[in-house]
């Protein structure tokens, strides 16, 4: 079953190349950052427990070219070309508050070993080093996944994701608590097979 099709997200939402994220649809979109060596295999596309999910990778090349036109100096351009970013969807299906949390998923490698999510309070220490001008940084912020966000029945979200590359493909185990108070269950998916774009899948 596909998922169900993406609705266009709010004003100053997108992903690295200001298509709209904010939900799943069953191909990728015009100007997609999907490579075309990998157009077999992405975007990875699951709906389980209620939750659809749907993830693709970035290149770096589109990531500089993005935030290059932003007004990213070079040096900040250069951070982001050593990091692997990857764009998830995801929209609530179920009749319940659902909360994403990427603090709370864990990535893996090929053997197993965590891989630690770039966090936006990083990124943001690096470029006041490199003196990346403040519109430039929101541009930014804006593509990246919320770090806590309530999805409330039927509403999408989405957003980058980031690590440095290590050993593909790549496992992530995503947790979604439930409940306005967060004490439901958690509802717990895996998606696996992931790739940094530019290693092998």
């Known amino acids: 079953m596909k998922p169900p099709a993406l609705r266009r997200p709010k004003a100053g939402t997108g992903d690295a190349l200001g298509n709209p994220v904010l939900g799943i649809s069953g191909r990728a979109g015009v100007g997609s950052p999907v490579p075309a060596s990998a157009a077999s295999n992405w975007p990875k596309e699951l709906v389980e427990q209620g939750v659809a999910i749907r993830v693709r990778p970035n290149t770096s090349l589109q990531m500089a070219a993005f ?11 250069t951070e982001l070309k050593s990091a692997c970013f990857m764009t998830v969807g995801v929209r609530n299906e ?14 893996t490698d090929a053997d197993g070993k965590k891989v630690e999510l770039i966090d936006y309070a990083h990124w943001n ?7 990346v001008q403040p519109s430039a940084r929101t541009a930014f912020r804006w593509t990246q996944l919320p770090e806590s966000r309530d999805l409330h029945p039927h509403e999408p979200v989405g957003g980058n994701i980031s690590f440095k590359p ?36």
Request: net charge positive; with cysteine; hydrophobic share 35%.
């Open 67 to 77: 935030y290059e036109a932003r007004g990213f100096p070079a040096s900040a351009l």
């Open 166 to 201: 290590g050993k593909g493909p790549y496992t992530l185990a995503m947790g979604f608590r439930l409940g306005p108070d967060k004490a439901g269950e958690e509802v717990r998916i895996r998606v696996s097979g992931l790739t940094c774009s530019g290693q092998s899948d």
């Open 94 to 107: 179920r009749e319940q508050i659902l909360w994403l949390e990427p603090k709370r998923w864990n990535l």
């Open 125 to 131: 220490r690096l470029w006041q080093q490199h003196r």
